[in-house]
């Protein structure tokens, strides 16, 4: 079936370096996506948004670029900080689907000091 | 913190039992959903509640159930658990009713549940 999926399961950064982590997703009749960020213990925290009309957002250190023609979603994070180490999803939203989000398996960014 | 509160934090119950977990919405909040989250996963989408009647399903079996209260909490019951059934379960709050934005919704902290 359709769905969101994530092409690293980790990904392991220098702090101050940036990082880009990467969704593919299959649903074409997607409005948007959402970029969460999980840390352990907590629920999924929104980060940043895309809607399916737009190529690029950005917002404080994070940028979200959205590639439909290859159905292709990254997160890049500028400057990455100790705290930024958590467990990044990316979800999508069906147009209809009364904002049931699908979500990707998810990628776990480690940022060494 | 969001606002959103669930209860218990953790939670350990034999197969073939049932359980129930709650979530309390942020205030103004009107439609609640569950998701099941699989250690290593992304969440699933359980179910929705708007004005305490269920408006949308995942692929989940009906011994997943929840209800809605007038205040806008929220119940979800599972019966004949197993051992599959073991994961962190979300609930998240919106406003605006079932067309409100997704955008605004807003995830508990989860309950852990293990099935033994």
């Known amino acids: 079936g359709e769905s969101v999926g994530l092409h690293l399961p980790t990904l392991s950064v220098q702090e101050g370096d940036n990082s880009i982590i990467n969704c593919a997703y299959s649903?074409?009749?997607?409005?948007?996506f959402i970029w969460y960020k999980q840390e352990s213990g907590k629920g999924p925290q929104f980060i940043i948004d895309i809607r399916s009309n737009m190529d690029k957002r950005q917002g404080q250190r994070v940028t979200v670029l959205l590639n439909k023609t290859v159905k292709h979603l990254s997160l890049q994070i500028a400057a990455t900080q100790p705290g930024d180490s958590a467990v990044y999803f990316c979800a999508e939203n069906m147009r209809g689907s009364q904002g049931n989000l699908i979500f990707g398996k998810g990628t776990k960014l480690s940022v060494k000091p | 913190e969001t606002g959103v509160t669930q209860s218990p934090t953790h939670l350990i119950k034999t197969r073939g039992q049932q359980v129930t977990l709650r979530c309390s919405s942020q205030?103004?909040?009107?439609?609640v959903s569950w998701y099941q989250q699989a250690l290593g996963q992304g969440p699933q989408f359980i179910f929705q509640?708007?004005?305490?009647?269920?408006?949308g399903r995942g692929n989940f079996p009906p011994r997943f159930s929840g209800l809605q209260f007038p205040n806008y909490s929220s119940e979800l019951n599972v019966n004949a658990l197993e051992l599959d059934d073991s994961a962190l379960y979300l609930c998240?709050?919106?406003?605006?009713?079932?067309?409100?934005?997704?955008?605004?919704?807003?995830f508990g902290p989860g309950t852990r549940l293990t099935v033994t």
């Open positions: 649903n074409s009749a997607s409005d948007y």
């Open positions: 205030s103004g909040h009107n439609t």
């Open positions: 998240a709050s919106r406003g605006g009713g079932t067309g409100g934005p997704v955008l605004e919704q807003y």
């Open positions: 509640y708007y004005r305490e009647e269920e408006n």
